[in-house]
Nanobody, 130 residues
């Protein structure tokens, strides 16, 4: 059974940083699969904000986080990370990690709009105050 567990959320002031972690069990992080981070704020739709595969050579970032967030993964530790810098109040949301089984080299992208993510964590809350 696949389980993804997020950690690292919390409250921070605008301009601060947080690093989220996502530890997988029952699932092997692989350069041929994609892992992603999504977020959902109250009253808003879920947004795919970052994704990674192919040993880190392929990454995707939403415009809303590009240049501020960095996604990475450590396959040996079965853990993915989302480094979030220069946080803004509008980054406040529940953050979820997700993973897929499809072969990245068949799909060609980890873009959440095109790659299916079957496995989801429970989420970790990030709150940014002004």
């Amino acid at each position: 059974q696949v389980q993804l567990v997020e950690s690292g959320g919390g409250s921070v002031q605008a301009g601060g940083s947080l690093r989220l972690s996502c530890t997988a069990s029952g699932y092997t992080l692989s350069s041929r699969k994609c892992m992603a981070w999504f977020r959902q704020a109250p009253g808003k739709e879920r947004e795919g904000i970052a994704a990674i595969s192919a040993g880190g050579s392929s990454t995707y970032y939403a415009d809303s986080v590009k240049g501020r967030f960095t996604i990475s993964q450590d396959n040996a530790k079965r853990t993915g990370y989302l480094q979030m810098n220069s946080l803004k109040p509008e980054d406040t949301a529940m953050y979820f990690c997700a993973a897929g089984q499809s072969d990245f080299f068949n799909v060609g992208t980890c873009d959440p709009a095109r790659y299916e993510y079957q496995y989801w964590g429970q989420g970790t809350q990030v709150t940014v105050s002004s």
